[in-house]
């Protein structure tokens, strides 16, 4: 069976660390992978991490110029199986919110919308105004996801690559290409069973020391000074 077909859309907000690992994972799965990237993406790829837009577009099967409304992401006849922006703006988050489809990132948004595919917004910001709070609303009334790169934090992450997996893994699961890799909460460890699994991942152990707490027993979890 043929692998999916995902746009992954690269925008200016914060967190330009999220697609290049959506993109190293995507690749895993066989997934045909289609990219945009903004200019402002390109600025915080380079602010942020110091790659180089050719580093994130040797990850794409496909690259499309942002100014390319005529590429065949700007069509609902050119069939894919849903389309993630990886940070979301608010400029983006903003324009597919009010069908402002000026430029391809927004096009293919909408199309995606339109054509009742899948559309995963990792929108980034912080504070939200009520502005972005509305047009957060307006996205998700039409379908759309709003899933935003907050890390779990239930699977114990020591490192900003933990994080970071943690809101792609979520994302992956959206699209249905979970790989063997993604972390999922399947209860608190029990004394008997310590090794409750999150990953098929050997190389992945949520199984730091705890010894000293038993998270199945809330109430050994004293006050330090309960006298009073
Ligand atoms: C280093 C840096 C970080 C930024 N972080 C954010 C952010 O987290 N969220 C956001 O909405 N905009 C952020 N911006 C501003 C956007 O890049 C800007 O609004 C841009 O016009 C977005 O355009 P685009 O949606 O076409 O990529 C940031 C800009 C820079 C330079």
Redesign the pocket.
């Known amino acids: 069976m043929p692998g999916l077909r995902i746009v992954v859309a690269v925008?200016?907000?914060?967190?330009a660390v999220y697609p290049l690992r959506l993109l190293e994972r995507l690749r895993r799965t066989g997934a045909e992978i289609h990219l945009v990237l903004?200019?402002?993406?390109e600025?915080?790829l380079f602010?942020?991490t110091g790659r180089k837009a050719a580093e994130l577009k040797a990850l794409a099967h496909h690259c499309w110029p942002m100014e390319d409304i005529s590429a065949p992401l700007a069509s609902g006849s050119f069939r894919t199986d849903g389309m993630v922006v990886a940070?979301c703006?608010?400029?983006?988050?903003s324009?597919i919110a009010w069908g402002i489809s000026s430029?391809l990132?927004v096009r293919a948004a909408d199309v995606t919308l339109k054509e009742r595919r899948r559309l995963i917004l990792m929108v980034?910001?912080s504070p939200f105004h009520l502005g972005h709070l509305r047009a957060m609303t307006a996205v998700a009334e039409m379908g759309g996801i709003i899933a935003p790169p907050i890390p779990g934090f239930y699977n114990q992450p020591s490192t900003i690559e933990d994080l970071v997996d943690s809101s792609v893994d979520r994302v992956l699961d959206l699209l249905g290409l979970a790989d063997e890799d993604v972390r999922r909460w399947s209860g608190p460890p029990s004394a008997a069973g310590r090794d409750r699994v999150v990953s098929n991942n050997p190389a992945v152990s949520n199984n730091k020391d705890q010894s000293s707490a038993d998270a199945s027993d809330p109430e050994s979890d004293e006050c330090a000074d309960d006298s009073d």
Do not use: C, M, Q, V
Request: charged share 20%.
């Open positions: 925008t200016g907000a914060s967190g903004s200019r402002a993406g600025k915080t602010l942020e940070p703006s608010i400029h983006t988050l324009a430029n990132i980034r910001e």
